[in-house]
C-alpha cells in the first residue's frame, strides 16, 4: 500500500477536479438548456409569422407583401436550422463532461475503497498482534505455573 499521505493527496486531488467537471457540467448543461430555449423561441416566432401571413393572405396581402413575408419564414427557416446543431452540439458538450464527471467520480471513490481496505488491513494486522502477544503471555504463566 502507497504511503497514506500520497494516498490522501490523490484523494483530495481527485476531489477538486471531480468538483471542477461538476462545475463545467452543470455549465454546459445550463448553455444547452438556453440554446434549446433559444430553438424553441425561434419556432414559436416561425409560427406566429406563418399565422400572420395566413391571416394577411386571408385579407387580399399583395405579392410584395407576400414575398416579404416568404423571404423572412426562409430566414428563421435558416435560423432554425443553425439553432438545431447548436444545440445537437451543446448537448454533445454535456454528454462529454458527464462522463468527464463520472470518470472522475470513479477514480476518487477506487482511492477512497483503497485507503478502507489498507485501514482494514491495518486493523487486522493489530488485532492478530494483539492476539499473539496475548498468546504468548498466556503461554509464559503456564510455564511458570507448570
Known amino acids: 500500500m502507497a504511503n497514506p499521505s500520497v494516498i490522501e493527496t490523490l484523494i483530495e486531488l481527485t476531489m477538486q477536479q471531480s468538483e471542477e467537471a461538476a462545475k463545467r457540467l452543470g455549465q454546459a448543461t445550463r448553455q444547452s438548456e438556453q440554446a434549446q430555449e433559444k430553438l424553441d423561441l425561434l419556432r414559436q416566432y416561425r409560427q406566429e409569422y406563418v399565422e400572420q401571413l395566413q391571416a394577411q393572405l ?22 432554425i436550422l443553425q439553432q438545431d446543431a447548436a444545440v445537437l452540439q451543446s448537448q454533445r ?14 477514480k476518487r471513490l477506487s482511492y477512497g475503497t483503497l485507503v478502507q481496505r489498507a485501514q482494514q488491513e491495518a486493523l487486522r494486522r493489530a488485532n492478530r498482534q494483539d492476539q499473539k502477544q496475548t498468546d504468548e503471555r498466556a503461554a509464559r504463566r503456564r510455564s511458570q505455573l507448570g
Open 93 to 106: 458538450v454535456v454528454e462529454r463532461e458527464r462522463e468527464s464527471w463520472r470518470e472522475h467520480e470513479r
Open 58 to 79: 386571408s385579407q387580399g396581402l399583395n405579392v410584395a407583401g407576400h414575398a416579404n413575408f416568404l423571404r423572412f419564414i426562409q430566414g428563421l427557416d435558416r435560423a
